[in-house]
């Protein structure tokens, strides 16, 4: 069964950087496109950030300027480098990989921005 697993969510300042990962494992992973999505309390998921198998990357205009998305298929890892980070980017980060209707989900990692 196909697994995503984040890692490097944290506490930060604001202004400060985080970098998250997301393995991925028993699937082809350069096949899909890889996205990062973000839910803060009582508030719906959102997408972030995409990277396609072609390496384009698409951000969410809250995040254009601050967040980079990468992938190293040779590592099967998805990256999010976040910079200027500020409280409202707090939420749980979910790495997400989709190949048509085949879709997997990370179990998310929390980010929290706070003085």
């Known amino acids: 069964q196909a697994q995503l697993a984040e890692s490097g969510g944290g506490l930060v300042q604001p202004g400060g950087s985080l970098r998250l990962s997301c393995a991925a494992s028993?699937?082809?992973?350069?096949?899909?496109?890889m996205s990062w999505y973000r839910q803060a309390p009582e508030k719906e998921r959102e997408l972030v950030a995409t990277?396609?198998?072609?390496?384009?990357?698409n951000y969410a205009d809250s995040v254009k300027g601050r967040f980079t998305i990468s992938r190293d298929n040779a590592k099967n890892t998805l990256y999010l480098q976040m910079k200027s980070l500020k409280p409202e980017d707090t939420a749980v980060y979910y790495c997400?990989?989709?190949?048509?209707?085949?879709?997997?989900w990370g179990q998310g990692t929390q980010v929290t921005v706070s003085s």
């Open positions: 997400n990989a989709k190949l048509s209707t085949l879709i997997y």
């Open positions: 028993r699937f082809t992973f350069s096949l899909y496109a």
């Open positions: 990277i396609t198998t072609a390496d384009e990357p």
